[in-house]
């Protein structure tokens, strides 16, 4: 890897279709537009699907996860997420709502953001607010990773001795830690 370049961890989602394209092509077409002169794919998991949340709430989700090196700052590679996002007809009206794509910045190289202090807010915020509060910045690790097999699962697949800056732990000790109800509901496609 490059000097200046940084390994970022990308959780893929979707689960309504961007015009004619099913989810699954949704994200392969969304793995596709990353690539760049700022952005390598390193490795892309298996494409898995995942009941959607809250149960009931709609169409399964189609989720993966992507490794790649980047010269982006974080908030760059972030921009960028956005922008493909939007690419693929994603709006953003509700948190947690049914989406084209999602495209999620789980981890930039190790990095705590906006700091130690930050980060810990946001990763213990209860439930109930987590569902309606929204960061107005750049919160990394991602902080519900460790709770969402949807994320850990397509992870395992590329990057499973991944080390959680924060929890010290690595995504196959986070899975472990999971309901295997949770785990298991993830099955590959």
Request: hydrophobic share 45%.
């Amino acid at each position: 890897m490059a000097a200046n370049r940084k390994l970022a961890l990308i959780a893929l989602g979707g689960n309504l279709p961007a015009g004619a394209d099913t989810p699954q092509m949704t994200l392969s077409n969304a793995i596709r537009a990353l690539r760049s002169e700022e952005i390598s794919l390193r490795s892309v998991s298996r494409f898995f699907q995942t009941p959607c949340f809250p149960a009931g709430a709609g169409p399964d989700y189609v989720n993966a996860a992507a490794a790649v090196e980047t010269s982006l700052s974080p908030g760059g590679l972030l921009a960028r997420l956005h922008d493909i996002e939007a690419q693929f007809s994603r709006v953003r009206e509700q948190r947690w709502g049914m989406r084209t794509l999602d495209l999620d910045l789980v981890d930039y190289d190790g990095a705590v953001l906006p700091d130690e202090a930050g980060y810990a807010r946001w990763q213990g915020l209860p439930l109930e607010s987590q569902m309606q509060e929204a960061p107005g910045q750049l919160i990394l690790p991602h902080p519900r990773i460790q709770d969402r097999a949807f994320v850990l699962v397509p992870l395992a697949d590329i990057a499973p001795r991944w080390c959680h800056p924060v929890l010290r732990k690595s995504v196959t000790e986070m899975l472990a830690d999971l309901p295997p109800q949770d785990v298991a509901g993830v099955t590959p496609l």
